[in-house]
């Protein structure tokens, strides 16, 4: 059964950069599809990133288009979510998954923990 752990989360200012890490456990790394997910208070869970097995392919929601950057070091069993110039609707708790998807649908099929992301104004 693989886990997935996250960590990276903190309090930045409207702007800045954070570096989430996700690190999986079980054989096989590179062939999982992995990514993030993100949710806000009250609100549903969004696909954020994605980077597919095998070939690392990505890909990225529209709203962190261009500040988002998703990468996986097969040495760390990692893949780390890179954010810059991060703005107050970023604020959520961020949660990595692996990933399929469904037509045009990203699905979360396991779930870490989450980490939370607050990005003040």
């Known amino acids: 059964q693989v886990q997935l752990v996250e960590s990276g989360g903190g309090v930045v200012q409207a702007g800045e950069s954070l570096t989430l890490t996700c690190t999986a456990s079980g054989r096989f790394f590179s062939t999982y599809t992995l990514g993030w997910f993100r949710q806000a208070p009250g609100k549903e869970r969004l696909f954020v990133a994605s980077?597919?097995?095998?070939?690392?392919?990505?890909s990225y929601a529209e709203s962190v288009t261009g500040r988002f950057t998703l990468s996986r070091d097969t040495t760390k069993n990692a893949i780390i979510l890179q954010m810059n110039n991060l703005k107050p609707e970023d604020t959520a708790t961020y949660y990595c998954?692996?990933?399929?998807?469904?037509?045009?649908?990203?699905?979360?099929?396991?779930w870490g923990q989450g980490t939370q992301v607050t990005v003040s104004s």
């Open positions: 980077i597919k097995g095998n070939s690392d392919a990505t």
């Open positions: 998954a692996a990933v399929s998807k469904i037509g045009s649908t990203y699905r979360g099929d396991l």
